[in-house]
T-cell receptor, first 113, second 115 residues
Framework: ETGVTQSPTHLIKTRGQQVTLRCSSQ?????VSWYQQALGQGPQFIFQ???????GRGNFPPRFSGLQFPNYSSELNVNALELDDSALYLC????????????FGEGSRLTVL | GESVGLHLPTLSVQEGDNSIINCAYS??????FIWYKQESGKGPQFIID?????DKRQGQRVTVLLNKTVKHLSLQIAATQPGDSAVYFC??????????????FGKGTKLSVIP
């Protein structure tokens, strides 16, 4: 059974650019959630994808968007990057939208200069 | 809005001692709480959970206590080991619409184990 994998592990962008982060869910899981973790803070919920549709969103602007593919892998896209977008982006997979245990990946560390 | 927070940002304990990490929550309607451990450079790892119809739940070397009266959670780690050094988060499950749920995390407590 493979765990949650994310790529890239680290990347550096400049303000105004766009970034795409990728996540492969754990085998057997059909739901992917994305979280943003600023330095020294707890993770904050961005959104969740279930059966290729967004079905829950936190307090993040529309320039944060995502996709889920038929194999349940997912992408997080952030447009018009701002300095405050610098953070660790965590992907978590689960079975179902509800109270299933979340399994987190190691994250993608984004630095915006 | 509702929030989950922690009392102590850092905690240093001697190896072999017991550790207690505290967490306060503000949403009295919350019915499910989870403790996560996050080691440096890694994602959060599930430790133990508890539902609101329970006061206590035990795992291997860990115990979670829930006091709904004062909206307080604690994580107790018995015989703390160097491998327990990490940041610990409590998280609260909340409804985020369209049948989905999200976790609201506190800021975390950094546990340092002194050999």
């Amino acid at each position: 059974e493979t765990g949650v994998t994310q790529s890239p592990t680290h990347l550096i962008k400049t303000r105004g650019q766009q970034v795409t982060l990728r996540c492969s869910s754990q085998s057997g899981h059909n739901t992917v959630s994305w979280y943003q973790q600023a330095l020294g803070q707890g993770p904050q919920f961005i959104f969740q994808y279930y059966r290729e549709e967004e079905n829950g969103r936190g307090n993040f602007p529309p320039r944060f968007s995502g996709l889920q593919f038929p194999n349940y892998s997912s992408e997080l896209n952030v447009n018009a990057l701002e300095l405050d977008d610098s953070a660790l982006y965590l992907c978590a997979s689960s079975q179902g939208r509800g109270a299933g245990e979340l399994f987190f990946g190691e994250g993608s560390r984004l630095t915006v200069l | 809005g509702e929030s989950v927070g922690l009392h102590l940002p850092t905690l240093s304990v001697q190896e072999g001692d017991n550790s207690i990490i505290n967490c306060a929550y503000s949403n009295s309607a919350s019915d499910y709480f989870i403790w996560y451990k996050q080691e440096s450079g890694k994602g959060p790892q599930f430790i133990i959970d508890i539902r609101s119809n329970m006061d206590k739940r035990q795992g291997q070397r860990v115990t979670v206590l829930l006091n709904k009266t004062v909206k307080h959670l604690s994580l107790q780690i018995a015989a703390t080991q160097p491998g327990d050094s990490a940041v610990y988060f409590c998280a609260e499950k909340g409804y985020s619409g369209a049948g989905s749920y999200q976790l609201t995390f506190g800021k975390g407590t950094k546990l340092s184990v002194i050999p």
